[in-house]
């Protein structure tokens, strides 16, 4: 089975042909085709092959299924004897892909 290590809006992402993956929002439409760098690849028996700090000739292409915003995380913060709380909400937006190729 063939993989890919891609990055991302500062992540690296462990990726498969066919597979659909949360990433940081991307600023492109749904429906169209994106390219992303490949950082190291996995060609079965071509071995693994790993880029400094990228693969030149690979690219992993995916198409942008949908955005959205993901779980709200509550950010408290508190000093103790001092009366001093402060609660506030966060919510990531994130953008959907669905992997075509590796290549």
Known sequence: MSFAIIRTGGKQFRV?????????L????????VELEVLAANGGEDGTKVGSPAIEAARVTATVVDHGRGEKIIVFKKKRRKQYKRTKGHRQNYTTLKIDSIG
């Open 16 to 24: 498969t042909e066919g597979q659909s993956i949360r990433v940081p």
């Open 26 to 33: 991307i600023d492109t439409q749904a429906g169209e085709v």
